[in-house]
């Protein structure tokens, strides 16, 4: 598959090469439908609206994954700073980080690009 053909220059920058969008300006970060949330590179599914909430960061946040195997994360200490990377575990596509501050009952924020999202309503 040729990713660079597919994609647009902003989800091959993030997806590819680890790139991060400007907080507020993705399509999905103030998206309120319902459905599930694909990797943009493979189709597969990441994440529920059900678990989607407003984090107040400008990227779309997630508490939860839809399966437990559809990510992977990774220790990233790039920028002097250890934390851990979200990827899609059928693609390798960067997709975000995951946070320790999120709602209860497990504490996470998946903290997502929407460049490595697409959207299929329910």
């Known amino acids: 598959m040729n990713l660079d053909k597919k994609l647009t220059p902003e989800q091959f920058r993030v997806t590819q090469q680890a790139g991060t969008e400007a907080p507020f300006t993705g399509k999905y970060y103030n998206h309120h439908d ?3 949330y694909l990797c943009i590179c493979c189709h597969q599914v ?3 609206s ?3 909430f ?7 946040s997630f508490s939860d994954v839809s399966k437990p195997n559809s990510v992977q ?9 250890s934390r851990i ?6 693609c390798d596509a960067h997709l975000g980080h995951i946070f320790p501050d999120g ?3 497990n504490g996470n924020r998946y903290c997502i690009n929407s460049a490595s ?4 309503p329910s």
């Open 46 to 48: 990441l994440f529920s």
């Open 54 to 60: 407003d984090s107040g960061t400008g990227w779309p």
């Open 34 to 36: 319902q459905g599930n």
């Open 73 to 81: 994360l990774i220790t990233d200490d790039l920028y002097g700073m």
């Open 50 to 52: 059900n678990t989607k």
């Open 103 to 105: 709602p209860t009952p």
């Open 85 to 90: 990377e979200v990827s899609c575990a059928n």
């Open 117 to 120: 999202l697409s959207f299929k």
